[in-house]
């Protein structure tokens, strides 16, 4: 750029910035003289961009030179102005500030010099700059590290922002970040791909079913060694409960839950599934059926109200009993029955005898409670009557 024939205010003074990027300090690497001049930049809400860089074995003594992002002249994309397809600006008006960095190849380090210390315009704000907000080193170490560890990103944010006052960087670098280091993980793999390596190098049983023709994975079984130890020691009883909107493939996830003698629960299996047709259960409790001990197999297994699910423990565990989640079936009455009620006072008090009846131990106790049910609703509700007893 030729700084002749920069126009320079007259009050140059608060524009002058030289005093800040004189240093007698030699750095080791370019990178580390650009990562130093970048943040004195920064401090004084100035953003700093590489002009150009000398490879290292261009020249003997190799060099970058530094200027303010408003360096240069905008010129307009000749093709669009044609086409009036858009009307684009920029913030660029020729501003001369330069620095130089150039290799000291006799004590093999870099030392700065300024070009031209001054700027042609004022500081900005750099809220929401993309260049003043991007990461540096250390922070996108810090966002891995933080990421890696399931932090969420606004709490990433304002570790970085505590870390280094001053800092510019937006939630969306964060999102950025982490995209890119999610897509360098997966290494073109698919996300299915990659969890199969990372379950089967931690020494997880896995089993996989592929379509018939072609390579597509149908289902997905896999288990913790420690998970298979505790369904060994703990077999009685097991919840078994899908989840959705787990994965972009929309793949349903069975996840098979313990329970200790102590009544804490743990992960036994999980099992990413393409449908929930009575064949793929059955592939599932089947792959379930054979980390287990065969002398010892479930004795109560808690399911919804999914009939091919239930249909495929008849015929895998035709021994164990079958019983319904309480969650499930209170979520349901209230979904389907609360509309059927003219008064919200009868909903709330049918609600609580429910409860009464499905708090009973014994079978005496449940046709006391039934009967109860029975007197009650049957004449006055015969809706509400009627679907808990068909259902
Ligand atoms: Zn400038």
């Excluded at 300090?25 to 943040?39: A, R």
């Amino acid at each position: 750029m030729e700084l002749d024939n920069v126009e320079i205010p007259s009050s140059m003074s608060e524009y002058d910035v030289t005093s800040f990027f004189q240093t007698n300090v030699l750095f080791t690497s370019k990178e580390d003289l650009i990562e130093w001049t970048c943040k004195v930049g920064r401090s004084l809400c100035y953003v700093i961009t590489i002009l150009s860089s000398d490879k290292v074995t261009a020249r003997p003594r190799p060099r970058v030179l530094l200027g303010c992002d408003r360096a240069g002249q905008f010129r307009e994309n000749l093709k669009q102005v044609r086409q009036n397809k858009r009307k684009s600006s920029s913030k660029k008006c020729g501003c001369p500030f330069q620095v130089r960095g150039q290799k000291d190849t006799l004590v093999d380090e870099w030392r700065v010099e300024v070009v031209c210390g001054m700027h042609n315009h004022e500081s900005g704000h750099l809220e929401a700059h993309s260049y003043a907000g991007r990461l540096d080193k250390n922070e996108e170490k810090m966002v891995e590290n933080m990421y890696a560890t399931g932090v969420k990103p606004r709490k990433i944010l304002s570790s970085i922002k505590k870390n280094s006052p001053g800092n510019t960087t937006t939630i969306r670098t964060i999102y950025n970040h982490r995209a890119m280091v999610y897509k360098q993980e997966l290494g073109g793999r698919s996300p299915i791909q990659f969890l199969f390596q990372c379950v089967t190098n931690a020494g997880y049983v896995c089993y996989t079913r592929v379509k018939a023709h072609g390579k597509q994975l149908e289902s997905l079984f896999f288990a913790n060694p420690m998970s298979i130890r505790l369904c060994r020691m703990f077999p009685s009883v097991f919840q078994l409960d899908c989840t959705y909107k787990t994965n972009r493939y929309r793949m349903p996830l069975l996840s098979i839950v313990g329970v200790t003698s102590t009544s804490q629960s743990f992960f036994g299996a999980f099992v990413f599934m393409s449908d929930e047709t009575e064949y793929s259960y059955r592939w599932a409790l089947d792959c379930f059926k054979s980390i287990l001990d065969s002398c010892s197999l479930p004795l109560v297994l808690i399911t919804d109200r999914e009939l091919a699910l239930m249909n495929a423990i008849k015929i895998i565990f035709p021994h164990s009993k079958n019983l319904l989640c309480q969650v499930h079936i209170h979520r349901n009455i209230l979904a389907h029955c609360r509309k059927l009620f003219t008064k919200g006072v009868d909903c709330d008090i049918f609600l609580g005898k429910w409860q009464m009846l499905m708090n009973a131990t014994t079978e005496v106790q449940l046709n006391i409670e039934f009967n109860q049910l029975l007197i009650g609703y049957a004449e006055k509700y015969p809706k509400v009557f009627s679907y808990v007893v068909s259902t």
